[in-house]
């Protein structure tokens, strides 16, 4: 295999809407370091079941939930000395899924402005243990739509096309004003991890660069 | 007046039961160390009304907002370079108030989990500016109750004396188990602010030495 010029104690992160690869690039990206992987919990979710039957009683709730879970995963990785690639950050939480819910009114004004202003102290901080790059996924809306199709998670394919559509805008908006560490973008057109294996020694030495120029600064 | 040996960017915070005393320490203390102070601040809170209608719809939401208004100020008084007296811990919040909530089941245990994770994350790390010494005050039952009634708040007068007495076993067993930073007992039948100047004097000589005796460590 390759060298590769990424610190052993580097924290890589990857971003980007529901479908769009993440999971798939965090194993692949970790087997190809010999990173330790940070995958998303979903199981031992108290509030998610609770949530689903009853969205505005249960929507703060389930942010502080994931936000807890969020901020405790980070340290982890972080007293852990680094090393690790991590599915889904903890930006995303707040950027994307607490916003929809405020912006809907299925989290109410006074609950949001608790929940950021909880989420800004926390996290929005030099004490916060920020990753050294986001790795941002994006791609044609089409093409998440279709591996949302191949993928056939039940609660998925029952959600309506609009949805997917208003959460890629919600996605490109958020990326847009992003600055809480140095960003990669990758088009999923740009790369096949499952049939070229040349795809992720193209990713590493990107990600390489990536950090390097950041470490300079 | 007096030269004090406390150095002028500790962080002081004075914890104890309702009525005890502590914001007029608080002040006092402030103004002999020519130091800055740190009030409870209860007029913004959106959730106190809603709470005191249904206890149990509320808990977790107030409980959450104390804890992100406290962690906020902690982090502004340590972004200050200290130098602070803070009226009321963030350890009290979590030790006595919301552990009340979840003993009595106005807070849930699933709840109570979430929150107690979610501070031990964020406030029980190196990463959490804690106090240079926490004074705790204490005293007989019957002085507090006395200076609860002196006070004459309509919401403390109202409230039933057994609340008092399980709040002071409380507090006991709270600071008994209590390491998070050095801490210095006071017992405020051994004092007397209004009417003796010397009080003063004594109580800025026991922090003072307590502060140096941990920075030996």
């Given amino acids: 295999m390759k060298e590769h010029h990424i610190p052993k104690n ?33 199981d031992h979710n108290p509030y998610l079941e609770k949530f689903y039957h009853d ?26 000395g680094g090393g690790f690639v991590q599915d889904r950050s903890i930006y995303e939480d707040t950027g994307i899924f607490a916003k929809m819910h405020a912006d809907k009114g299925t989290m109410s004004k006074v609950d949001y402005k608790t929940y950021t202003s909880l989420f800004e102290a926390m996290v929005m901080t030099p004490y916060f243990p920020h990753p050294d790059v986001l790795i941002y996924l994006e791609g044609d ?9 191949q993928r056939g998670r039940e609660m998925e394919l029952q959600t309506s096309r609009s949805y997917w559509e208003e959460m890629h805008t919600r996605y490109e908006n958020w990326i847009s004003g992003f600055n809480a560490c140095p960003v990669l973008k990758l ?21 390489a660069s990536v950090i390097h120029d950041n470490q300079k600064k």
Same sequence: chains 1, 2.
């Fill in 10 to 42: 580097s924290i890589i992160t990857v971003a980007g809407t529901v479908g769009v690869g993440k999971s798939t690039l965090t194993k692949t990206l970790a087997k190809r370091l010999g990173f330790k992987t940070s995958l998303e919990e979903v």
């Fill in 55 to 80: 969205f505005e009683r249960w929507s703060f709730h389930l942010q502080i939930y994931f936000l807890a879970e969020r901020f405790k995963e980070q340290k982890t990785i972080f007293e852990a």
């Fill in 141 to 149: 809306l089409e093409n998440i739509l279709n591996r949302i199709e």
């Fill in 187 to 207: 088009r999923i057109e740009d790369y096949d991890l499952l049939n070229d294996e040349n795809s992720i020694e193209n990713i590493v030495d990107q990600i």
